[in-house]
């Protein structure tokens, strides 16, 4: 059972261009929602995260939006760079809920998002 | 300083043989976590320490061991090694056992032939 739902699986974008990843999760006791970004050949690193108490996290470049009545939440990425040509993940868990499916951060299966300059 | 730190990078043997991985943070970290990808780039947790205690323990195969020395070290062995082992395995590590801002490793890449 897929329990975070990650598209488009490849982006390909245009250098100074808005790049969209869409997540949708199942679980209603999910109360934590991080994006991890990846390079080629290191691990995934924290960009940006959020609580469902607040619909949208801005961060630089980096946006989270957050929709709860729909499950959902995206990341934007504002005027892309080609430094920013990496796998995103987001991910969902129930903060201090440890142990049991609960408290595992669930990944999504990534987007390779391509920056053309 | 390397906050996450893993050896080997790569790992090439054999089906059949038994071998470790190991991991160490340097971050003052009470969780450690072993997280699995596969070849499609899907991360899947294995297994999960708080303070040298399993708290999580994923459905995996027995041959696969987690030792936790202490809480700044988290190894993982995996006896028997099949071709479906293959794969990046990552550690990471955590504040405490909430699952907020991991800290991964670069990885072990693991060719099992």
């Known amino acids: 059972q897929q329990q975070v739902k990650q598209s488009p699986q490849s982006l390909i974008v245009q250098k100074g261009g808005i790049s969209i990843i869409n997540c949708a999760y199942e679980n209603t006791a999910f109360d934590y929602f991080p994006w991890y970004q990846q390079f080629p050949g290191k691990g995934p690193a924290l960009l940006i995260a959020?609580?469902?108490?607040?619909s949208e996290k801005k961060e630089g470049r980096f946006t989270i939006s957050f929709n709860k009545s729909a499950k959902q939440f995206s990341l934007h990425i504002m005027d892309s760079q080609p430094g920013d040509s990496a796998t995103y993940f987001c991910a969902a868990s129930r903060v201090g809920n440890y142990g049991g499916s609960q408290g595992n951060l669930i990944f999504g299966k990534g987007t390779k998002l391509s920056v053309k300059p | 300083d390397t906050a996450v730190s893993q050896t080997p990078k790569y790992l090439v043997t054999q089906m059949g043989n038994d071998k470790s991985i190991k991991c160490e943070q340097n971050?003052?970290?009470?969780?450690m976590y072993w997280y699995k990808q596969d070849s499609k780039k899907f991360l899947k947790i294995m297994f999960s320490?708080?303070?040298?205690?399993?708290?999580i323990n994923e459905t995996v195969p027995n041959r696969f061991s987690p030792k936790s020395p202490d809480k700044a070290h988290l190894n993982l062995h995996i006896n028997s090694l099949e071709l479906g082992d293959s794969a990046v395995y990552f550690c990471?590590?955590?504040?405490?056992?909430?699952?907020?801002?991991?800290?991964f490793g670069s990885g072990t890449q693991l060719s099992v032939l």
């Open positions: 990471a590590s955590s504040q405490g056992p909430s699952n907020e801002k991991l800290f």
């Open positions: 971050l003052g970290h009470d969780t």
């Open positions: 959020i609580r469902p108490d607040v």
């Open positions: 320490y708080n303070n040298k205690e399993l708290i």
